[in-house]
């Protein structure tokens, strides 16, 4: 084997071994740029689901929003968006609390229906009307 034909493998082995390398880093850590921090969780009547309101910051580029997600317990809240409810303060329309949240209140009705009130003036991006079999009525105030 002559020296360029050496270097060559040599070269395609290191290029493939860092290719490999920086998509297993790029699959262990995501490339989500948001982070969810929870504000609350409301346990079902039942226990075995939970509402978890939470405020999403994606970067300096968006604004902060209050989503709900309606999650098993157990499961954890991780860094995807809400399931069931987004909305934000509409531009600062809506006043938000010491921790960027705009008003929002959950009320499980029973086992398969939540209710979910939030300020009128919000800007609101999901309102699902159900998820895995629970349904979700809203309410303005």
């Known amino acids: 084997m002559g020296f360029e034909t050496a270097w060559r493998y ?3 082995r290191r ?3 860092f ?3 920086a998509g297993c880093i790029l699959l262990s850590f995501g490339c989500d740029v948001c982070n969810n921090r929870m ?3 409301i346990p079902s009547p039942n226990g075995s ?3 978890v309101l939470f405020e999403r910051d994606c970067g300096a ?3 902060f929003s209050t989503q709900v997600s309606i999650l098993p317990v157990g499961k ?3 860094t995807s968006a809400g399931n069931t409810f987004v909305a934000d303060s509409n531009h600062g329309i809506v006043s938000v609390d010491s921790q960027s949240v705009i008003a929002v209140d959950i009320a499980w009705k029973n086992d398969q229906e939540i209710e979910i009130t939030y300020p009128t003036r919000a800007r609101t991006f999901l309102k699902a009307s159900e998820f895995q079999g629970i349904r979700i009525v ?3 105030n």
């Open 61 to 63: 580029t968006t604004d």
């Open 138 to 140: 809203y309410r303005m």
């Open 39 to 41: 504000v609350r969780e």
């Open 76 to 78: 954890k809240l991780g």
């Open 19 to 21: 290719l490999i390398s």
């Open 15 to 17: 290029v493939l071994g």
């Open 49 to 51: 689901k939970r509402a």
């Open 10 to 12: 040599f070269m395609r």
